[in-house]
Structures are given as C-alpha cells and as structure tokens.
C-alpha cells in the first residue's frame, strides 16, 4: 500500500517538476511514507529525520511525512518534520509546499508565465489543489479526495499495484490501522477498471490489487457499487479477452469478508492468479477472540475448503503472530496445527511486539522473548516442511514464471510462477526481465525453486 | 453513500449512573447503524478517541454510549468532564457484533456480559421487541447493574461478584456452570477478554457449537 501512496506522491511532485534521486544527500525534498504496523518501522522514521534536521545546517531541505500515522506521532512529527499530511490530503501537497515558501522547479522556470505562478502560489480552491496535483477534475471525485484520484507514476513497467480499498474497520486488538488510516472506503469499480484496462493495454504483466482489507471491497456502499467478487470477474473478464497474459492478484484479504464467489470468479478466469493470500494470524479460537479478530477457525477452515475445491494447486500465503499476550503453549500447538493442516506456500511470522496505539499494547506482554523467538523458529520448521512438499511437486515439472530481477551476485534472473513461488535460472539476457518465461525445474527449497529456461515467450 | 470522518455531536444529556460510569446522549446528526455497532467517540480537542458499543437503538433520535472512567485512560476521563451543550467526535458506525435479522423472531438468545459490556444488549432489547432472550450481566456490586429496569422482568440477570446484592452471588461463569444453557442457544457474549474466554470453554463443553458463540471483546 505504502509502495503505491509513494507512486502518487511521486507524481505529484513530477507535475511540480521534481525528480526523483536514489541518493537522498541530493534530494532538495525528502520524505516518508511512514508505516505504524510495526514499531521498528517508526523508529526508522525518528532516526532519519534526526539525520535530515542535521543537513538542513549546510543546505536547503524540506522534509515532510505521510502515510500510516498514529495520533501520538503525528503531534511528535509536526516539530520535527516540515510537513506532516494525512494521504488524504494528497492534492494539497503542491499547495501546501508553496505556502510554506518553496519555489518549485515549476514555479522556478523561465517557461512559466506570472498567471501560471500566481495559480502555484496560491491555489485556493480544491478543484485548484486537483489540478495542481495533477488529480481528476472535482467533478469526477468523490468528496472529499483520495489518495487514488492522483495518477501515478509507475516505477515498473512490468509490475502495478493499485489501491481499491483504503482504511479498516476490524480493529483487530494488535494493530493501530483504523485509527490511522480510518474508516474502510472504496474506490468508485469505473476507476480501477480502467486504470487497471489501461495497465493490460500497456502490456504489464502483474496487476495486484491493494486494500487493508482488499476483499471489504463495496460494502461502504452499501449495495451501490459492485462487490468484490463482481470487481474481480470484470477485472478478469477485460484481462482474458485483451490478447495479453497477465496475472491479476490481491492483497490483503480478510477471512471474515472472504465470500464464495470470490473464489468461483478466481476459478472462472485465467487472468486471475491462482494464489491466495489469507492472514490465519493464529490458529487458536480464544487468539482469535482476544485479537478481536471477528473470526474462527471454523470460518477459516471454510474457506480454505473452498480454495482446495475450486483452485485446486493454488497456493496458499498467509500472516502469523506468535507469542500474542497471553498465548498459552497449548494454543501456540493449535497454531503449528493449522500450518500442518492448510499446508501453506508462505507465512509471513512476525513475534509479536505491542505497538502503541492499538488495543493490545494496553495488556501484558506476557510472553518472554526467548519463548516468542523459539516459537517463531519451531513454526518456521514447521513451515518449510509443507512448502517443501508441494515445491518437491514442482521438480521436473515446467512452470511459466515472470522474471523480475538479475541477481548482481550470481548471475541469475529471479521471479515468481503465478502462484509467487520464486524461481530462479542462470542467464546473462535481461531483456527477460518483465517476461513470461517457461522453466524447467530442476532443484528446489522449501520457498523457491531453480531451473534452465525451455522456451522464452515474445508477446506479440 | 459518503463515509463521513469525525463530526462534533452536541451532548444533550448524562445520566450519572456510578461514581464512574455514565451515559453520555449526543445528537444523532445522521448517523446510521445497525444494534451492536459501535463508534468512534473523543473530546472535541484531543488527539484520541476511543471506541464504544452504540446503547441507544437506531430507532432513538439520539445517540448514547455507555462510559466506564478508567482513571488512567485516554479518553473516558476527559469524557467525564465533559456536560450538557458540550462537544464529542463522533465518527461512523462499524462492528460486526449483530444479529442477523432472519433470527430475529424466532431465535432463542443468551447474552451474557461483563460491565459495561451490556451496552450492545441494551440497543438489542431496545431495538427488537419480542425478542426472546436472557441477560446474565456481571458486575462486581450490585449498584453497577446500571439501568436494569429497561429490561423486562425475569430476563435480567445480575450476578455480583463483590456482594449479595445481586440475583446470583458470584461471577457469570460460576452461575453457567450451575446452569446449562441449552445447545440450541444463540450466545452473544461481551465484556472482559477473561471471562468471555471463560464462558467460552464453559458452553462449549455444554454442547454450544462455537459457531453459535458470538463474542465482542472490550479493551
């Protein structure tokens, strides 16, 4: 989500004719877009601005934040950072630089004549801010505007992600999302159909849909716009008929809003990827109840059922805590059970660590660390042997991947099959990267597998 | 449908029920909400809010909440200074902690609650009359049983832990164990984390499907 706010800032900036620099002791600004799932990622942000304060010293630097950010830290970032915006607010940022003095690179050039400054200068109304953003005219967006009405600029020209659902309204007791990011919203279908049209045009390859709870998709609306299932279908359905190969993904998903026929849509369509991303987070029902978590391991198990019925070889992601407050040894067993039981590609494990702002932070964090590290460890294990298992399957087979990146260390192009396990080959030809490639497998691990390529794909 | 971020409600009522607990009626201005949901709820001038089970119905021209001060909370305290003609934030209503309506009429419902967990039953009984259900609400004194009287006669419960005083001496997990509930009975249960943990272990060894268990955790 966070990769897809920082390629709409990054066009709001290019309108006001920045670019962008990779080393940031060039950069005339700089920002953050900040993330308060985890607190290390905060403290991240608290170290790099007591860096960038000490550069404003010898030049001149405008600093500023956005993105996740608790109440408690935004009050500490306004005294430390030059500005601090909710993305909701996106569309001011170019009004908000030039109120506090900055002179662009537009609003600098000889080309700009004065009614063009004065308009940089001083945009006073919102349908101003829109177009100085380079957003959507008012009339097409929803008041008052989201981050998605900015285009973006796309980094990759292979890979997209695109927001379709912003905000929470879970509350699960571990996480501060809803109090940061607010309310869930969704997109109007129309704009992500044709962003997401005119992403397949282009001939990218891999489309994903993002929301804090992708799947919530339509349910503000209230019967006013098309439910997630429905979006999926048409999305598939233009994607099919367009002529190109693409995978189209999602993430993430939430259990309690995972329907049927959002799998059946998956089914249906070739363009949608077989691979599921579904956060368990514990495999206890009293976790799951104490996580706030809205469900149970029978509503999970549900829904893997029809995973494993309808895609059968999709595979399976999913996010755990473990050493939640006051997880007994005994639920931690019914956590090792459900990786066992829903044999899982990946799980993405996180020991847990209160974070400030959410509900739990309130509670002991009654688990040593040394217990959390072990668990975290014998659940890995437990991990690797299921993944191994369908991996294993893969030996000998051929599977289509998309290539993504050469390995400057080794000589080798990496990617992922369409269900995100990464494989890698030995190749000097970049030119496959951002290509459908078909592999041979001839060596796996428990998460990726290594091949030789047997047929390179050219798109027509 | 636009999903509105937090708006100023006027309070036009509190009812001091405790020496800490409260209830706080602010107007409506619109919002919508379904019995069971809850809000979002602040002083006009602070940086948090916090959320609370709706104790009003959606049929009520107002909205009330129910507030226990936790002395060294970020919000209930300010709240508690809070007086008629005052300001709070409010935002919309969310949650999941309802009752489908096809089980309305014919379901037969066991809610059982600790404290300020009642709040949600309390639109529930106000929003569904006919309803055929049973309270047990768990309370330390029996002072706290808060406003009992809303409740018809014999379907309210209170099991008080710290004195005799109430309809059952004792917690609301002593009296399941003393009286199984029947399988076929929908349970919705909210309050403390412990004793809906508790009273889980407790139906399910009764025969309750877990699917049958509904729950709502207060933090």
């Known amino acids: 989500m966070n990769y897809a706010d920082a390629e709409r800032v990054q066009a709001v900036m290019a309108k006001l004719g920045y670019t962008l620099t990779q080393r940031e002791e060039e950069a005339d600004v700089i920002g953050i877009i900040a993330c308060s799932v985890r607190q290390k990622a905060i403290d991240k942000v608290y170290s790099k601005i007591a860096k960038w304060n000490k550069w404003k010293n010898k030049k001149n630097l405008i600093t500023f934040v956005s993105g996740c950010v608790l109440p408690d830290d935004r009050m500490k970032f306004l005294k430390l950072f030059d500005l601090v915006f909710d993305m909701k607010e996106l569309a001011s940022f170019p009004a908000m630089l030039s109120q506090y003095g900055v002179t662009t690179p537009v609003s600098n050039s000889s080309i700009v004549n004065s009614e063009e400054m004065s308009e940089v200068a001083r945009p006073a109304t919102v349908a101003e801010k829109l177009a100085l953003a380079g957003a959507k005219p008012l009339s097409k967006v929803a008041a008052p505007p989201e981050t998605w009405d900015v285009t973006p600029i796309y980094n990759s020209e292979f890979e997209a992600f695109i927001p379709i659902q912003n905000g929470c309204n879970k509350f699960c007791t571990f996480c501060a999302v809803p109090y940061t990011r607010g309310r869930e919203i969704s997109r109007p279908s129309e704009d992500i159909i044709e962003e997401v049209a005119a992403l397949i045009e282009r001939g990218y390859k891999s489309i994903t849909l993002l929301g804090q709870n992708v799947n919530s998709y339509g349910l503000d609306k209230k019967g006013a716009e098309l439910s997630f299932a429905a979006l999926l279908d048409k999305l598939g359905e233009i994607a099919d008929n367009s002529g190109h190969e693409v995978w189209i993904y999602f993430t993430s998903p939430h259990p309690k809003d995972m329907t049927r026929d959002v799998i059946e849509a998956i089914a249906r369509r070739r363009s949608l990827a077989k691979q599921i991303h579904l956060p368990v987070q514990s495999g206890d029902d009293k976790v799951l109840i104490r996580m706030n978590r809205k469900h149970s391991m029978a509503r999970y198990r549900e829904v893997v059922g029809w995973i494993r019925d309808l895609l059968p070889g999709a595979s399976l992601f999913t996010d755990i805590i473990v050493g939640f407050s006051g997880e007994s040894d005994e639920q931690f067993q019914n956590t090792r059970a459900a990786i066992r039981e829903f044999e899982y590609n990946m799980a993405y494990i996180a020991m847990y660590s209160p974070r400030p702002g959410a509900a739990s932070f309130a509670w002991q964090d009654d688990i040593p660390h040394a217990v959390k590290k072990e668990r975290y460890a014998v659940l890995t294990g437990d991990l690797e042997k299921v993944a191994l298992a369908y991996t294993r399957k893969m030996k000998g087979e051929t599977v289509r991947m998309l290539v993504r990146a050469k390995d400057r260390k080794d000589g080798y192009l990496t990617g992922h099959t369409e269900g995100k396990i990464i494989v890698r080959f030995l190749s000097e030809d970049e030119s496959l990267i951002g290509q459908f490639v078909d592999v041979r497998i001839e060596s796996v691990r428990p998460f990726s597998a290594e091949g030789a390529v047997v047929k390179e794909v050219v798109e027509a | ?219």
């Open chain 2, 1 to 219: 449908m636009q999903t509105r971020s937090f708006n100023l409600h006027t309070i036009i009522e509190k009812r001091v029920l405790t020496q800490a607990a409260f209830i706080l009626r602010m107007e409506r201005k619109g919002i919508e909400f379904v019995a069971g949901q809850h809000i979002q709820v602040g002083p006009p001038n602070g940086i948090h809010t916090r959320e609370y089970s709706i104790y009003s119905s959606p049929e009520d021209d107002y909205i009330e909440i129910l507030v226990r001060q936790v002395d060294d909370g970020l919000v209930s305290p300010a709240l508690n200074k809070l007086g008629v003609g005052d300001s709070v934030v409010i935002n919309d209503a969310v949650g999941y902690f309802t009752i489908a309506e096809e089980l309305i009429k014919d379901a037969k419902f066991l809610f059982i609650a600790s404290g300020t967990g009642i709040s949600p039953f309390h639109s529930f009984v106000k929003s569904y009359p006919g309803l055929d259900y049973k309270l047990l609400h768990g309370v330390r004194y029996a002072n706290e049983t808060y406003e009992r009287d809303d409740y018809e006669a014999g379907r309210y419960l209170a099991c008080t832990s710290q004195d005799k005083e109430g309809d059952f001496h004792g917690r609301v997990t002593d009296y399941l164990s003393k009286n199984p509930v029947s399988p076929d009975t929908l349970c919705y249960l909210c309050g403390n984390c412990d004793m809906i943990h508790d009273a889980f272990d407790i139906l399910e060894a009764q025969g309750l499907r877990p699917e049958n268990l509904f729950t709502e955790v207060y933090f």
